[in-house]
């Protein structure tokens, strides 16, 4: 593109002009582009935390309610203790069966044996009691199973709103990289240079076209009037 203009800074003027315009416009559709990219994974994220916020509030919600952190540990320490109780108890019962007919049962070593069993089989079904509960003292079902089962659900849930939300992340730095790779940057490698000597008008060449354009009107404007004076004669 060939540009002119009557003064060295006017042409400067000029030339810069367009180059900044198109920089600006390009700079702006770079950066139209990078948001519209930036947009829909900004919004997945958005939603996975959402998500997580919602499913550790629902865990915390259930902990406070049942008051326990974990209730798979809690009824590991249930069953646990059950199986001692009921260890103990066969322990008693094959000591009492041991002594079979050796033994009076109105002997105190019996007596003492059978009392330790009865203590026994009632702590073993008031555990019993504990771990199968229906209701638990909120009305919410307090059966051990169901507890386990629940907060199972929940963790699960968890999970899956963690690996989400982690997921969200990993796409919107992928994208935001993707986004920093394809903007377009417009550059001037030459930058406008002011001329020195003007190019227009050539005032010289005009001077001598005039000067040799009248000499040419005064010869035939002579030849002219020396033709009539001929004719005339």
């Not at 060939?2 to 600006?24: C, H, Q, R, Y």
């Not at 974990?70 to 001692?84: K, N, T, Y």
């Not at 930058?191 to 190019?199: L, Y």
Request: aromatic content about 6%; proline content about 3%.
């Amino acid at each position: 593109m060939k540009l002119g203009d009557l003064s060295a800074d006017g042409i400067e003027t000029v030339e810069g002009g367009p180059g900044s315009m198109s920089m600006a416009r390009l700079a702006r559709l770079s950066a139209d582009a990078r948001a519209d990219t930036l947009r829909f994974a900004t919004l997945e994220v958005g939603r996975a935390e959402d998500w997580l916020r919602a499913a550790l509030e629902d865990v915390r919600i259930f902990r406070e309610r049942e008051q326990s952190l974990d209730p798979s540990a809690s009824a590991a320490v249930q069953i646990e203790l059950l199986a001692e109780l009921e260890r103990e108890l066969l322990a008693i019962r094959s000591r009492m069966a041991a002594f079979g007919d050796r033994i009076n049962a109105d002997t105190p070593a019996m007596v003492s044996l059978r009392r330790q069993a009865e203590t026994l089989e009632i702590q073993i079904a008031e555990k019993l009691a504990t771990v199968s509960a229906s209701q638990n003292r909120t009305g919410a079902p307090g059966a051990l199973s169901e507890q386990l089962a629940a907060f199972e659900a929940l963790e699960i849930e968890k999970s899956f709103a963690q690996q989400a939300y982690a997921s969200a992340l990993s796409s919107l730095e992928q994208a935001r990289a993707d986004a920093d790779r394809q903007q377009r940057y417009l550059a001037v490698y030459t930058h406008p240079a002011v001329p020195h000597d003007a190019a227009y008008p050539r005032r010289i060449l005009n001077a001598f076209l005039i000067a040799g354009a009248a000499l040419c009107f005064w010869v035939i404007s002579v030849l002219i009037v020396y033709a009539v004076q001929d004719h005339i004669a």
